[in-house]
Nanobody, 110 residues
């Protein structure tokens, strides 16, 4: 089971950090962050491999940072310079296990 937290309302240019806590050991797994904006398909935000550096979509490269603390069974999504188009429900998942969290809403608006 994965549980996301940290969403909320933020002004354009602001920052927010999301967390995703795993009920089991996540150390062996590649983890991903996705998001789904209203009326749009879910899209990949970034990948947190368990043995490599994170990778990001072009839409968030340079603004978002993924990190993981396997001892705490948690991955993080640090989001800076947020834009209205970043408004979405953000999900974490374990792609090889088909496990998704319930999502956390991020709204960027003045």
């Amino acid at each position: 089971q994965l549980v996301e937290s940290g969403g909320g309302l933020v002004q354009p240019g602001g920052s927010l950090t999301l967390s995703c806590f795993g009920s089991g050991d996540i150390a062996w797994y590649n983890m991903e962050w996705h998001r789904q904006a209203p009326g749009k398909q879910r899209e990949l935000v970034g990948i947190a491999p368990n043995t490599e550096s994170p990778r990001y979509s072009a839409a968030v490269e340079g603004r978002f940072t993924i990190s993981r603390d396997d001892a705490k069974r948690t991955i993080y999504l640090q989001m800076n310079d947020l834009k209205p188009e970043d408004t979405a429900v953000y999900y974490c998942n374990i792609p090889t296990a088909g496990v998704w969290g319930q999502g956390t809403q991020v709204t960027v608006s003045s």
